[in-house]
């Protein structure tokens, strides 16, 4: 059994599989030894584990999952990894970007697959049918589009998400709303649609804590996957055992 954790910049994401089954998933605000031992009491096949961590390291969490698990990797831009990175900047690479490349490879081997994880940010990223992870786009997700408009602007309110919009607004509220909302429906289609008319067969799969917020507005058959990147980390665990 595999013990997987993703730190993320305000979250943790913990999972406990078996092959590639998810036997148990959680997310809390931190991470400790005491939880890590509790998770090993509940799950005593456990013998290996990963780390990925957007967050300055903790050498004493570190060192216990060393001590602890038969084989534990921290995930770093040298780690091995079942695809080709084509990357020009493997430092600088986002591991949530990786580890979802590698999880939408996990479920599409072979293919074309697009990922779009929503959350704070939207990252666009492209695995061809080669197994090649060829890079991506960056750009704010929604909430920061929201706080940039009114802390950049003298005047304009800060909205929050609508399920129900427009294309134009008729006041600045639904402006905003609908500005917002329609831009991240347009970007995206775009990449997909323009990905349609140069691959073959494209794959996609959205994931991130806006995705099914968007999923349904979008004009394309789309997979969700919430737990894109745990299964990523898990796959990468799994070719370095």
Same mark, same amino acid.
């Given at each position: 059994?595999?013990?997987?954790?993703?730190?993320?910049?305000?979250?943790?994401?913990?999972?406990?599989?078996?092959?590639?089954?998810?036997?148990?998933?959680?997310?809390?605000?931190?991470?400790?030894?005491?939880?890590?031992?509790?998770?090993?009491?509940?799950?005593?096949?456990?013998?290996?584990?990963?780390?990925?961590?957007?967050?300055?390291?903790?050498?004493?969490?570190?060192?216990?999952?060393?001590?602890?698990?038969?084989?534990?990797?921290?995930?770093?831009?040298?780690?091995?990894?079942?695809?080709?990175n084509l990357y020009l900047s493997p430092a600088t690479?986002?591991?949530?970007?990786?580890?979802?490349?590698?999880?939408?490879?996990?479920?599409?081997?072979?293919?074309?697959?697009?990922?779009?994880?929503?959350g704070s940010a939207i990252t666009i990223d492209f695995?061809?049918?080669?197994?090649?992870?060829?890079?991506?786009?960056?750009?704010?997700?929604?909430?920061?589009?929201?706080?940039?408009?009114?802390?950049?602007?003298?005047?304009?309110?800060?909205?929050?998400?609508?399920?129900?919009?427009?294309?134009?607004?008729?006041?600045?509220?639904?402006?905003?709303?609908?500005?917002?909302?329609?831009?991240?429906?347009?970007?995206? !289609?775009?990449?997909?649609?323009? *990905? +349609?008319? %140069?691959? /073959?067969? @494209?794959?996609? =799969?959205?994931?991130?804590?806006?995705?099914?917020?968007?999923?349904?507005?979008?004009? !394309?058959?789309?997979?969700?996957? *919430? +737990?894109? %990147?745990? /299964?990523? @980390?898990?796959? =990468?665990?799994?070719?370095?055992?």
């Amino acid at each position: 059994m595999n013990f997987i954790i993703d730190i993320g910049t305000s979250l943790v994401k913990t999972a406990v599989f078996h092959d590639q089954e998810i036997l148990f998933r959680e997310t809390i605000p931190d991470i400790s030894d005491e939880y890590v031992s509790s998770i090993m009491q509940d799950f005593p096949k456990l013998r290996y584990s990963i780390l990925s961590s957007v967050r300055k390291k903790d050498p004493a969490l570190l060192q216990y999952l060393q001590d602890k698990f038969e084989h534990f990797i921290e995930l770093t831009a040298d780690t091995p990894i079942p695809l080709k990175n084509l990357y020009l900047s493997p430092a600088t690479l986002g591991y949530d970007r990786l580890a979802a490349a590698v999880g939408a490879n996990t479920i599409f081997p072979r293919s074309n697959v697009l990922v779009i994880d929503i959350g704070s940010a939207i990252t666009i990223d492209f695995v061809n049918h080669m197994n090649e992870y060829t890079g991506g786009n960056i750009s704010p997700g929604m909430s920061i589009r929201y706080k940039a408009l009114n802390e950049y602007t003298a005047n304009l309110p800060l909205e929050e998400p609508h399920e129900d919009f427009e294309l134009f607004g008729s006041d600045t509220d639904s402006a905003i709303v609908n500005g917002v909302q329609n831009g991240i429906i347009f970007e995206l !289609n775009g990449y997909i649609n323009r *990905l +349609n008319e %140069t691959t /073959k067969k @494209l794959k996609v =799969i959205i994931t991130g804590g806006d995705a099914y917020f968007f999923v349904k507005k979008l004009k !394309n058959t789309i997979f969700v996957d *919430l +737990n894109l %990147t745990l /299964k990523g @980390l898990n796959k =990468i665990l799994e070719f370095n055992i």
